[in-house]
């Protein structure tokens, strides 16, 4: 039996301690492999890198440099009273309080989808035994920058044949123009635990980002850091509503873009709840670096429902989880070259 270690910090002294973690060589039984991680770039035809490029440039770029163009707009329409500034403004402003319905099929099977994870060379893999009778809550680590493999699995849960899998996103992405009818449109809910409680008592999984926009300014080349040990939260749900929580850890999402650390931006950030934060890729712009990504499911931790669980018993199963995900963290991490001496570090 051979051991490995995950350093557990706290925020506030800064101390660590180490936390050992069994590793048990096996092969879980019904275990299923989306795809088969490979250390070499999937082939990627040149109008398809193209195409890749071009729409993320657009995508990232807008959430980027959006909110100056829409001051701009303001500006111009004040200034110059301008009738193309104000169309644009009304459409704008359309987009914001339009109802939409969601998932919209053809937008999450839309081709340019498949562009995007030939360009990350996206896996995912999972190592645990999904039950399909089950409900589960898959709490995925870390949100980055941007999460990257959250956002491309989006459709990839449907190959493990298991039930449908809601992904809750942060609430304020749901006022923000176009960003907000990519939410609706790919079946997003806003992660608020009225929301997240009503689809689990329907019956559904949930995928959740437990770290949130926090984990944006810890990223780090050298260390992988995930906000866990406060984050209890969506333990003490999956008690009350007796889910089943499975790990889920995105190797590579730290690695797609760099950013200015500002801590006026992280103050701020975490007040509104939203990600004020500039960042880059490829040629300084906002497009992603070209580094493979693989999203690695882990065994689900089974739960037992108490709508009123003790704080022990969340302890317990949070314990668990930390553990789970160490665990599944430093078991998969040599599938990203260059990644095999790479330490986590819970926050």
């Given at each position: 039996m051979?051991?490995?270690?995950?350093?557990y910090?706290s925020p506030?002294?800064?101390?660590?301690?180490e936390v050992?973690v069994?590793?048990?060589?096996?092969?879980?039984?019904?275990?299923?492999?989306?795809?088969?991680?490979q250390?070499?770039?999937?082939?990627?035809?040149?109008?398809?890198?193209?195409?890749?490029?071009i729409?993320?440039?657009?995508m990232?770029?807008?959430?980027?440099?959006?909110?100056?163009?829409?001051?701009?707009?303001?500006?111009?329409?004040i200034?110059?009273?301008s009738?193309?500034?104000?169309?644009?403004?009304?459409?704008?402003f359309?987009?914001?309080?339009?109802?939409?319905?969601?998932?919209?099929?053809?937008?999450?099977?839309h081709p340019?989808?498949?562009t995007?994870r030939?360009y990350?060379?996206?896996?995912?893999?999972?190592?645990?035994?999904?039950?399909?009778?089950?409900?589960?809550?898959?709490?995925?680590?870390?949100?980055a920058v941007?999460?990257?493999g959250?956002w491309?699995?989006a459709?990839?849960?449907?190959?493990l044949?298991?039930?449908p899998?809601t992904?809750?996103?942060?609430?304020v992405?749901?006022?923000?123009?176009i960003?907000?009818c990519?939410?609706?449109?790919?079946?997003?809910?806003?992660?608020?635990?009225?929301?997240?409680?009503?689809?689990?008592?329907?019956g559904?999984?949930l995928?959740?980002?437990?770290?949130g926009?926090?984990?944006?300014?810890?990223?780090?080349?050298?260390?992988?850091?995930v906000?866990?040990?406060?984050?209890k939260?969506?333990?003490?749900?999956?008690?009350?509503?007796?889910v089943?929580?499975?790990p889920v850890?995105?190797?590579?999402?730290?690695?797609?873009?760099?950013?200015?650390?500002?801590?006026?931006?992280?103050?701020?950030?975490?007040?509104?709840?939203?990600?004020l934060?500039?960042?880059?890729?490829?040629?300084?712009l906002?497009?992603?670096?070209?580094?493979?990504?693989?999203?690695?499911?882990?065994?689900?931790?089974?739960?037992?429902?108490?709508?009123?669980?003790?704080a022990?018993?969340?302890?317990?199963?949070?314990?668990k989880?930390?553990?789970?995900?160490?665990?599944?963290?430093?078991?998969?991490?040599?599938?990203?070259?260059?990644?095999?001496s790479?330490?986590?570090v819970?926050?």
């Amino acid at each position: 039996m051979s051991t490995t270690e995950v350093s557990y910090c706290s925020p506030v002294l800064e101390e660590q301690k180490e936390v050992e973690v069994d590793i048990q060589p096996h092969v879980p039984k019904g275990s299923i492999t989306i795809s088969t991680v490979q250390h070499q770039q999937i082939s990627q035809s040149f109008l398809s890198s193209i195409v890749a490029i071009i729409t993320m440039t657009f995508m990232f770029g807008l959430v980027l440099y959006g909110p100056l163009l829409l001051v701009g707009l303001i500006t111009r329409l004040i200034t110059d009273a301008s009738t193309t500034c104000f169309t644009i403004l009304l459409v704008i402003f359309y987009l914001t309080i339009a109802p939409s319905r969601g998932p919209w099929k053809t937008f999450l099977s839309h081709p340019i989808w498949a562009t995007w994870r030939e360009y990350f060379n996206f896996k995912v893999i999972c190592t645990g035994n999904l039950n399909q009778s089950r409900q589960l809550l898959f709490a995925e680590f870390p949100h980055a920058v941007f999460p990257m493999g959250f956002w491309l699995s989006a459709t990839s849960y449907k190959e493990l044949n298991i039930r449908p899998v809601t992904f809750a996103v942060a609430s304020v992405l749901f006022r923000v123009p176009i960003i907000r009818c990519f939410c609706f449109w790919s079946g997003c809910v806003p992660a608020v635990r009225k929301s997240l409680v009503e689809l689990l008592d329907r019956g559904e999984s949930l995928a959740i980002l437990p770290g949130g926009i926090a984990e944006i300014f810890v990223q780090s080349r050298d260390v992988e850091y995930v906000f866990l040990s406060e984050r209890k939260g969506f333990v003490r749900m999956a008690i009350e509503m007796g889910v089943d929580i499975v790990p889920v850890y995105h190797l590579g999402n730290t690695s797609l873009f760099d950013y200015s650390n500002s801590s006026f931006l992280t103050r701020w950030s975490r007040k509104l709840r939203i990600s004020l934060v500039f960042f880059w890729g490829r040629f300084f712009l906002p497009l992603p670096y070209r580094k493979p990504v693989v999203k690695v499911i882990g065994e689900p931790i089974p739960v037992k429902k108490n709508s009123n669980p003790s704080a022990d018993e969340i302890n317990e199963v949070h314990s668990k989880f930390v553990e789970a995900l160490g665990k599944l963290f430093h078991e998969n991490k040599h599938h990203i070259p260059g990644w095999e001496s790479k330490q986590l570090v819970v926050l």
